[in-house]
């Protein structure tokens, strides 16, 4: 048997896996988009022009975005502590990083719902330290949201940098040393960059992930911070509106295709330059 | 022409590496005077790279310490020494154009941008690089790669520049081209170099000295010829290339010659200070070979086992007639017509180049 056949009767199964579970069901999404209720891009229209749809999809963008940026911070300092720390902290980190996986979105919620709210436990210490008087307000707003979804996708974008970070030629690091270089200056300066491909993997699949994000905005948003993902929930299971929760599901997809290409020519440049 | 930079001496006393219980470098003690040209040479494992890098300050001793000028330098970290390196694979800055390469050791130094730029253009046309100054390492050639590791080496002016088998990737030509460059540098900046490399000749070609280690030992320090004409022992002798040891038997000084037996054959030699040596050592290339017994000289007695033709030079296995295997290298343009395996002859040398090893 040649290698391209054999290669086929492998992979064979898990395409048609994938195609049965996800390309199928999309294209019946995509047909309800243009069928429901009447044929046609008029759901599209009215999902680009409702003010309610496109305020629900720039809260979206801001509350990935500072996702993205506080989880890829906050895992960067986690992987390089797991990556060049001593055995004593790589232990520590990696059960910080396995912990969380056996622990439910739900669980984790309303963790942080009885760490955050009103009465929770950071504003009754704040007041009993005297801090403050009147209890600020972390939860049931983006504050709150971002919070537990920054926490939850860490662990996801350790993997892509410490990928980066293991691959990483120490001589290089040695290099810069050698030269008069201070640990900042070659951390900055020589290390980051090196790792930028990582930065961008881990970016794109926390960016990705939150896009999807329905539990933890639902829970810790209180209804106020509504994401695209319950807005097509509500559209679909709460309203007999199919086709318009159908179209806002198909501009998601197309917005998610076009920044993965756009990561992907970066990353390619990055490395051919 | 560039500027001629304040090389610096270093020196190690006693200097010894511990893995855990394995010994990488044990009582190493040398000086490297300034401006010299000191290679490292050895088998694999011997401990090169490990001196190297307790020498540029990555690894630390475990005993023993390092003086740089004169004053204790051992506790002084690798950023203080700003030693040059070249790492054996460049280790160069992957996402950094050539020129931003060359320039980070002068930014780390915080030269002023004028300077900054002039010195950098200046080493680019210096190293032959001129018009590739803005490609990453990526877009270059291994020959041109090692060229940027040298000049990012060199531009900030190190008292000391130390280089890992810089060349170990490059194909022969390119190899004699980087040789010719690294002669000239080093000519023209008067730095002292510290060299590592697997390849004999180039150690030969290019050093002031030569150090050569086997399993974490200093086993000789000298100049080219000392090294390979007057080896210390039987490792150097027979590391740095071919090498005809005749054991004597009844070997007797008297002044300033030494005699003794050999087979049938009585051989004359230099004495040798050292105990126990009491080997015949000649290089294959000193040897010749004769059909009759030479009027001068030493000779030897045997029968052609094989000869290989290597174009200018061919290289005739003997036997002699108490079953010693001998080697010699000859001009194939003097050698004897009508030679075949079994044919009688002579290996003669001259007294002066046969040592007691
Ligand atoms: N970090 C380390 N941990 C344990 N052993 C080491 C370490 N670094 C080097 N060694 C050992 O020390 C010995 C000397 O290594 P070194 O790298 O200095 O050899 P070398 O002479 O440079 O060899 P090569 O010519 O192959 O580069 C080797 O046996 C090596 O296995
Ligand atoms: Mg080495």
């Known amino acids: 048997m040649s290698h391209p056949s054999r290669f086929l009767l492998l992979i064979g199964p898990l395409l048609l896996f994938l195609a049965a579970t996800y390309l199928v069901p999309f294209l019946g999404v995509m047909r309800w988009s243009v069928t429901l209720p009447a044929s046609g891009l008029g759901q599209y229209k009215a999902a680009l022009g409702d003010p309610l749809v496109l305020t629900v999809f720039w809260r979206t963008l801001r509350i990935c975005a500072a996702v993205t940026v506080g989880a890829v911070a906050a895992a960067y300092v986690v992987t390089l502590l797991w990556v060049r720390g001593g055995p004593m902290q790589r232990l520590v980190v990696e059960l910080c990083i396995l912990i969380p996986f056996w622990i439910s979105v739900l669980t984790r919620a309303f963790g942080w719902l009885a760490l955050l709210s009103n009465k929770g436990l950071i504003n009754g210490w704040l007041q009993a330290l005297g801090v403050l008087s009147e209890p600020l307000t972390l939860v049931r707003n983006e504050f709150g949201v971002v919070v537990g979804m920054t926490h939850f996708l860490i662990p996801f974008a350790v993997f892509p940098l410490a990928s980066a970070m293991r691959s990483l030629d120490e001589r290089v690091l040695m290099a810069a040393r050698g030269m008069g270089a201070s640990r900042a200056r070659v951390f900055w300066q020589v290390f980051v960059p090196m790792t930028r491909a990582g930065i961008l993997g881990a970016a794109l699949v926390v960016f990705v992930f939150a896009l999807g994000f329905f539990v933890t905005p639902a829970i810790l948003g209180g209804g106020r911070s509504v994401m695209v993902a319950e807005l097509i929930y509500l559209r679909i299971f709460q309203s007999p509106d199919w086709g318009l929760g159908a179209a806002i599901s198909v501009i998601l997809m197309a917005g998610v295709g076009l920044l993965l290409a756009a990561l992907m020519r970066q990353v390619r440049q990055g490395a051919s330059r | ?357």
């Open chain 2, 1 to 357: 022409m560039v500027a001629k930079i304040r090389a610096a001496e270093i020196g190690a006393v006693n200097v010894g590496k511990m893995f855990g219980t394995f010994t990488a470098l044990s009582d190493i003690s040398l000086t490297i005077g300034r401006g010299e040209f000191l290679t490292l040479l050895g088998p694999s494992g011997s401990g090169k790279t490990t001196l190297l890098m307790i020498l540029s300050g990555f690894e630390a001793p475990t005993s023993g310490r390092l003086t740089l000028d004169g004053r204790d330098m051992t506790a002084t970290p690798a950023e203080e020494r700003a030693f040059g390196m070249v790492f054996q694979g460049y280790a160069l800055f992957p996402h950094m154009s050539v020129e931003e390469n060359i320039a980070f050791p002068l930014k780390v130094q915080k030269r002023p941008a004028a300077e900054i730029k002039r010195r950098v253009s200046a080493i680019i046309e210096m190293v032959g690089l001129g018009g590739h100054g803005h490609k990453r390492p990526s877009g270059l050639s291994g020959g041109q790669q090692q060229r940027v590791a040298l000049a990012r080496a060199l531009v900030y002016e190190p008292p000391v520049l130390l280089l890992d088998e810089p060349f170990s990737a490059l194909d022969k030509n390119l190899r004699g081209q980087m040789q010719e460059e690294m002669r000239r540098l080093h000519r023209e900046t008067g730095t002292t170099f510290v060299f590592v490399t697997h390849d004999q000749t180039e150690a030969l070609a290019l050093s002031t000295r030569i150090a050569i280690f086997e399993k974490g030992r200093l086993q000789q320090l000298a100049a080219p010829r000392e090294v390979y004409e007057r080896p210390t022992n039987r490792f150097v002798a027979e590391f740095l290339g071919e090498i005809n040891i005749l054991p004597l038997s009844g070997l007797q000084t008297c002044g300033a010659v030494a005699g003794g037996r050999f087979e049938e054959q009585a051989l004359v030699v230099a004495p040798s200070e050292r105990p126990g040596a009491t080997n015949l050592a000649v290089r294959p290339e000193y040897m010749r070979l004769h059909l009759a017994r030479p009027d001068s000289g030493n000779a030897v007695a045997a029968r052609i086992d094989h000869l290989t033709y290597l174009g200018a030079e061919t290289r005739l296995a003997l036997r002699t007639s108490g079953g010693a295997n001998l080697t010699l290298l000859m001009p194939t343009a003097e050698l004897p017509p009508a030679l075949e395996p079994g044919t009688a002859v002579w290996a003669g040398w001259s007294e002066s180049r046969g040592f007691l090893l």
